[in-house]
């Protein structure tokens, strides 16, 4: 692989563009028509999705590595320079800015007015979307490279402290958590199970709530292969 975002067509598999840069690509978000594309050159690109013909491009100054996330006409992606940036999908300029104290490779999760995003410091961030206030934190042991997931009233993130968290969406507190052996992978949320993958080759399925109701500690899988 040599790092770049190719467009192919979906019934032939013909390349249709591809997009040059001077670095890695993370996985990008695709919106109104363009395609959204984070480098570790330290640049974000949007281009048309039709043509690969690039629209504007921003230069954050540090390597990107998380994927970016598009709501509202707002583009959201986190840097190693310790910043998650907004800036507005259409034109490129930066909305604000959110300094954290460490690394960003967690991708952003937006639900509604707030952003959700983790760090190296441990810590899982909801920011206003609108303007960039912090709203709350939640600490865990451990470094954040995993993506949020967020379902309902509750915002579900992994840890390197080999531990799943299930934190409350308005105030940051925590209902529950979940201990595996080994680091978790970005949560998969549906009704009523939340999927996430070990570092030692397991793949768990865990119930959103406790069967005493949430918020009494660490819950069991329901189901664990290995």
């Known amino acids: 692989s040599d790092g770049n975002p190719y467009a192919v067509a979906a019934n032939s598999g013909d390349q249709r563009w591809m997009l040059n ?3 890695e690509v993370s996985s990008p978000a695709v919106a109104e028509e363009t395609v959204f594309a984070a480098s570790a050159d330290s640049t974000l690109y949007a281009v048309a999705t039709e043509t690969g013909a690039q629209r504007w491009e921003v ?4 390597a990107i590595e998380s994927s970016p996330a598009v709501a509202d006409d707002t583009v959201f992606v986190g840097t190693t320079g310790n910043t998650l940036y907004a800036v507005d999908a259409e034109t490129g300029s930066q909305r604000w800015r959110f300094e954290t104290d460490a690394r960003i490779f967690s991708s952003p999760a937006v ?3 707030t952003v959700f995003v983790g760090s190296d410091n441990g810590t899982l961030y ?3 979307a609108a303007n960039g206030a912090d709203r709350w934190t939640f600490d865990t042991d451990a470094r954040i490279r995993t993506s949020p997931a967020v379902a309902g009233d509750t915002v579900f993130v992994g840890s390197h402290d080999n ?3 299930a934190v409350e969406v308005e105030t940051g507190d925590r209902l ?3 201990d595996a052996d080994a680091s978790l992978s970005s949560p998969a949320v549906t009704d ?3 999927f996430t993958g070990s570092g030692d080759g397991t793949l768990y399925a865990v119930a959103r709530t406790s069967s005493s109701g949430p918020g009494l500690g660490t819950i069991d899988p329901l189901a664990v292969g290995g």
Not at 59 to 62: I, K, M, P, S
Request: hydrophobic share 35%.
């Open 21 to 23: 840069t001077d670095g």
């Open 59 to 62: 230069e954050a100054g540090d």
């Open 111 to 113: 639900e509604d007015d």
């Open 126 to 128: 909801a920011i206003n």
């Open 163 to 165: 531990t799943l968290y």
């Open 176 to 178: 529950w958590a979940f």
């Open 192 to 194: 009523d199970t939340v």
